[in-house]
């Protein structure tokens, strides 16, 4: 009897290992990892997104508010492009409903986190941007807020980055002490109407890796017989607010 019970109890361990095993191979199996054009519910999904060796995934928290009659868009309508410009590996998230007229608002929010798969690439700052992407008229308005979280080990802070639709204030950069493998990142973006219109179109979120290596620039000191002495210091974080 009692060799029977040990049986049966290792009979039922084993396969709730197995169905474990199962589940999550079938959660893996499920998941992507995407490029090119794809939409933000899509990524919400559980899916990722790969750019050179930037991942962007755990896209979560998705928020759509609106008031005065406007309709937010759905993560459905809400479009990710991913491009590379030189040391920038930028996200464009785009949208034909972001837009209200006089007495509407609306709000968009959103998160994710970044992950550099080559270490050697780390990010030293981050960027938004709605230069070019926007129409505003009367008190209308358009603000973007990201907030960075630093979630390198032993590290802890943030860095908040504001643009706004008014000249000079539309694209934004702040340096990340240190550099980072990995960030989080918390968009909003608002619409308001006031007395006029706003209309935006898209928004650019860039991260900003370091360049050139410094690896490759020592070789070249080498190579040049140059000697070089590196003095490390150590850099105090930072919060900037941009108001």
Do not use: H
Not at 9 to 38: C, D, K, P
Not at 182 to 200: P, R
């Amino acid at each position: 009897m009692i060799l029977n019970r040990q049986m049966k109890s290792f009979a039922i361990g084993a396969t709730a290992a197995v169905m474990a095993g199962i589940s999550m191979l079938s959660a893996s199996a499920q998941a992507a990892v995407l490029s090119g054009r794809v939409s933000l519910s899509d990524l919400l999904a559980g899916n990722s997104y790969v750019l050179g060796d930037k991942l962007f995934d755990n896209f979560r928290d998705f928020v759509r508010i609106a008031t005065g009659g406007a309709v937010a868009p759905t993560a459905a309508e809400i479009f990710v492009t991913g491009a590379i410009n030189g040391s920038s590996y930028d996200l464009l998230f785009e949208s034909d409903r972001w837009n209200v007229t006089a007495g509407q608002f609306i709000d968009t929010g959103f998160r994710y986190d970044v992950t550099v798969t080559d270490p050697a690439q780390a990010i030293t700052s981050a960027g938004v941007s709605i230069k070019d992407a926007y129409t505003v008229t009367g008190t209308g308005r358009v603000v973007v807020t990201d907030t960075i979280r630093l979630l390198d080990p032993f590290v802890a802070g943030s860095e908040n980055i504001l643009v706004r639709s008014v000249s000079g204030r539309d694209s934004e950069q702040v340096a990340l002490l240190p550099p980072q493998t990995k960030i989080s990142v918390a968009k909003d973006i608002a619409i308001v109407g006031g007395t006029g219109t706003a209309n935006l179109g898209r928004v650019t979120q860039s991260v900003i890796q370091r360049t050139p290596e410094s690896g490759n620039l020592l070789g070249l000191f080498a190579v040049s017989g140059i000697g070089v002495a590196v003095v490390g210091k150590k850099l105090k974080l930072k919060t900037t607010i941009l108001n």
